[in-house]
C-alpha cells in the first residue's frame, strides 16, 4: 500500500527517514528501474536489461539484482554491497509527483506508509528546527531531478532504439555450484549484430541524440553476469 502526500514543512516538521539499505525498508528486490542517462554508472556494477512495460506499448530498463523475485545479492549485513547505487532505490520513500512528460514545476511527493518512515529519534530529519530542507533533503531533491530528466531523456532514447529495432529477447540460465538452475527470462538486450549492421547515417543520428554511449553502456554491462553469479554462490554456500 501506499500514501502519498505533497512533502511540505509545515505538514511534515518532524519527518524522519531510515536511509540505510534493509531487506524490511523495501530493498529485497531482483531489480529497479534505471534510465540511460545512469547507464554509465550502473553498468560498472549491475547488468542491464530491458522489459515491455505492462501496457505493451514501450519498454523500461531495468538494474538487476538477483535472478527471481525477492532477491537482491547486494544486500549484506553491513547493508547495500556496491559503489553506485541506481537513483530509484536512493530516493525511496520520496518521488516526483506528476507525468514525467509534464514540463510544470514538480513537487517532491513521500510515500507516508513507507517502511522507511521512522518513529521517535531514528532517522534522519527531513527539516530543520526552523522548517528548512536539511542536506539530506537537498540531496534526495537533486537526486530526484536528475531521475526526473532522466524519465524525459528516455522517451527518445527508446524511440530511437525501437526505430532501428535493437533490442533483441534474452533468457539466462544459470547452473550453480549446487547443481540447480536460475533461469531468467521475459526481457531483452541490445542487438549487437543489428547495432553493427546500421549505416552510418543511423550511427551520426544515434550519435548526436547522444543515444549511442547509452546503448554500449548497456551492452558493457553484461559483463556483470558472471559477478552477479559469483555473489549467487557465495550465498548459497553460507546459507
Known sequence: ????????????????????????????????????????????????????????????????????????????????????????????????????????????????????????????????????????LDRIAEQLGDLDQGYRDAAGFFAAIRRYDLLEPFSLEVTLDDGSTNRLVGFHIIDEDRLAALDGAAVAELHAAGHLEAIYMAIASLSQWGALIARRNRRMHRD
Open 1 to 136: 500500500m501506499t500514501r502519498h502526500a505533497i512533502l511540505t514543512a509545515e505538514a511534515h516538521r518532524d519527518l524522519r527517514i531510515l536511509d540505510r539499505s534493509d531487506a524490511m525498508l523495501g530493498d529485497a528486490q531482483m531489480c529497479c528501474v534505471t534510465v540511460p542517462t545512469e547507464f554509465r554508472a550502473v553498468q560498472a556494477e549491475y547488468p542491464i536489461l530491458f522489459r515491455m512495460n505492462p501496457e505493451r506499448d514501450g519498454f523500461h530498463a531495468f538494474a538487476m539484482f538477483g535472478f527471481e523475485n525477492g532477491e537482491n545479492l547486494y544486500l549484506s549485513d553491513r547493508g547495500w554491497d556496491a559503489r553506485y547505487r541506481p537513483l530509484a532505490m536512493t530516493i525511496q520513500p520520496f518521488l516526483i509527483g506528476g507525468n514525467p512528460n509534464d514540463d510544470r514545476v514538480k513537487q517532491v511527493h513521500v510515500d507516508l506508509d513507507s517502511p522507511r518512515i521512522a518513529t521517535g529519534d531514528d532517522g534522519i530529519r527531513v527539516f530543520d528546527d526552523h522548517g528548512r530542507a536539511t542536506p539530506y
